[in-house]
């Protein structure tokens, strides 16, 4: 695999900050390398608009579902239509889900119910996941190993420490990283990113949030991903291509692209 083919498992390219430049920002993807992107719903919107995404973009694959901070208006067939949604063309995971306590906009029981729905959604399906744990690593590690085993999982954007990533490392999911790998202090980070598995590690944008240094605080973009694989690279002290081989074939595994 040539250097040059990145892969973004991660990004929000439904997001209004796009609406202006949309086509652009896939044209700066496709330049910079980046043949494919999975474009992910947060509630059961973006979910519809992911899948219709992907039907209009090569690259573009959809992952669908529940964010934790948007179960609380949910309809009473909220998971029939997620479930409807996940027999769509090009939908490859079920996501993003899980535990939010940094905005808390739900209560705890009523996120975790929704969490645990999907889990065993993808479980019914065959799909693997993608996990967002904010403030809630705990927790997360305890409905994973109840729900979860046996599942294919992404963590989402991980920010925790190596003894939070030997959890989800001993569960069975694997590590996507973002824009703070690339900053300075992230020396947590940096201690998972050298000590994960080579086969367990995805890169990702989260575009249009988590700009990579030195663009930190601007908006965010698939073609960005090329600098979170290129801090990888250096801080396992092994070329790029060899590291973008292994993350297409993680991301491929996965996701089954």
Known sequence: MDATHFIDTHAHLGSAQFDADRGAVLERA????????????YDLATS????????????IYAVVGVQPNHVAELPDDWLDQVRALAGQPKVVAIGEIGLDYYWNAAPAAQQEACFRAQLDLARELGLPVVIHSRDAHDDTIRV???AARGLTGV????????????????IGFSLSFSGPVTFPKAVDLHEVVRRTPLDRLL????????????????RNEPANVRLIAERLAVLRE????????????????IFGL
């Open 144 to 146: 994973l190993r109840d």
């Open 48 to 59: 519809r608009a992911a899948v219709a995404l992907a039907a209009q973009h090569e690259p």
């Open 30 to 41: 496709a330049a910079a390398g980046v043949v494919r992107i999975i474009e992910i719903g």
């Open 155 to 170: 963590m989402h954007s991980f920010s925790g420490d190596w003894r939070y990533a030997e959890h989800c490392l001993e």
């Open 203 to 218: 890169t990702e944008t989260d575009s249009p949030y988590l700009a990579p240094h030195p663009l930190r605080g601007k």
């Open 238 to 253: 092994m070329p790029l291509d060899a590291l973008v081989d292994a993350v297409w074939r993680n991301a491929k595994a």
